[in-house]
């Protein structure tokens, strides 16, 4: 049985001076590893993995920072390929290591009851101990990962990986359809009617980021701007944070929701919507929200708490009676669903979700429908 990993962020208590000293001398170092890597991936001029970057530049790097522990220069590089791989994508500043943090294998890190003990600079091992509130003790008697110690506002933490066992998805008594709407972030609803719920809290604040927005776009165009340009940025990573809180509360419910009814979670499958004829709603829809982070969280704490999860074809999810499976000739315009044929009104996107339930009935008897399962 394969586990599923979890990160916890555990507090340490404050380290006494020699301890604090060892550990600032440790994430510096750990800092200027990186950045040494990062060069080093520069001169490589391939595109960086593990393989090619470690026989390029491992023996020269681990002569210089002869005072890591050898599993933490390898930390390094990995966070390098990472910080490179990034910076490939955006091409913006040249990548800069600046993080105040140091990881650690699995291997190199013991914990015993609330104490982590982890090798520092020059070999130093050194035992922390940490605050461990009551709900996260289970966490500690369970097989850890990768270790992360970083520091934050002259405080220090843990983040320590955990496999979590996976249990097996129970047998569903119905599916709740996920449908992202169009006038709603997104709306579910079962094959039976009885859970019909709009999520849509957070609509008028990503509006006025929107709004905002575009005003400060405009200034910096207009005047270049470097005090608007500033705010832009910080705008956006305050929006991707509130929208990663969003999505995680949104998640969160539909998935104890699912849990509640017992019933599986069906969502649609988005992947290689671009070739769909009606490719430009979805386009429509998509950009507006992070919907890949949505369904990834959903996915993830379905799969914490053993609820099945299917993914169902689209198309027409939003043209189709779910009460009569009658298709609309054309698109549906508007806010409602009304069907010419057997004169069943819903909300448009109620209606697709409902459809997106159905449509996981139709697949095959569960527990054999492996192939509709992204996990
Ligand atoms: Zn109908």
Redesign the pocket.
């Given at each position: 049985m394969c586990g599923i990993k979890l990160t916890q962020t555990f507090k340490l208590m404050k380290p006494n001076k020699r301890k604090r000293e060892l550990l600032d001398a440790t994430i510096e170092r750990f800092k200027e590893c990186v950045n040494a890597w990062i060069s080093e991936i520069e001169q490589l001029g391939e595109y960086p993995t593990r393989k090619n970057v470690h026989s390029f530049a491992y023996k020269k790097i681990r002569e210089q920072f002869k005072d890591l522990h050898s599993n933490v220069v390898q930390e390094a590089m990995n966070r390098a390929i990472e910080v490179y791989r990034a910076w490939l994508k955006t091409k913006g500043q040249k990548p800069v290591f600046t993080a105040d943090v140091v990881s650690f294998k699995n291997v190199d890190v013991k914990i015993d009851r609330h104490f982590i003990n982890v090798p520092l600079i020059n070999k130093e091992r050194v035992w922390l101990p940490m605050h461990v509130p009551k709900k996260l003790r289970k966490f500690l008697k369970m097989k850890h990962g990768r270790v992360q110690i970083s520091k934050v506002d002259d405080e220090y933490y843990a983040q320590i990986s955990f496999e979590v066992p996976e249990p097996k998805p129970y047998e569903p008594k119905g599916w709740l359809g996920v449908d992202i709407g169009i006038n709603h972030i997104v709306v579910i609803s079962d094959d039976k009617g009885k859970i019909n719920k709009f999520y849509d809290n957070a609509i008028a604040w990503k509006k006025s980021v929107e709004y905002r927005r575009a005003r400060l776009q405009f200034l910096k165009d207009k005047r270049t701007k470097k005090g608007a340009w500033r705010i832009l940025k910080r705008l956006s990573h305050k929006e991707k944070n509130k929208m990663a809180y969003i999505n995680h509360k949104i998640a969160k419910e539909i998935v104890e929701l699912a849990k509640h009814y017992h019933y599986g979670i069906a969502i649609e499958n988005l992947k290689g919507i671009r070739h769909h004829y009606n490719a430009k709603r979805h386009r429509k829809r998509l950009h507006k929200w992070a919907y890949g982070d949505l369904i990834d969280k959903i996915v993830y704490k379905a799969k914490l708490n053993g609820v099945p999860v299917v993914f169902v074809d689209p198309r027409n999810t939003s043209r189709t009676?779910s009460?009569?499976?009658?298709l609309v000739e054309k698109g549906v315009k508007g806010r409602w669903f009304r069907?010419p044929?057997?004169g069943?009104q819903l909300d448009r996107d109620l209606n697709a979700a409902r459809n997106i339930a159905k449509r996981a009935f139709r697949l095959a008897p569960w527990g054999a429908s492996s192939s509709q399962r992204r996990w």
């Open positions: 009676c009460k009569c499976g009658y069907c044929k057997c069943f």
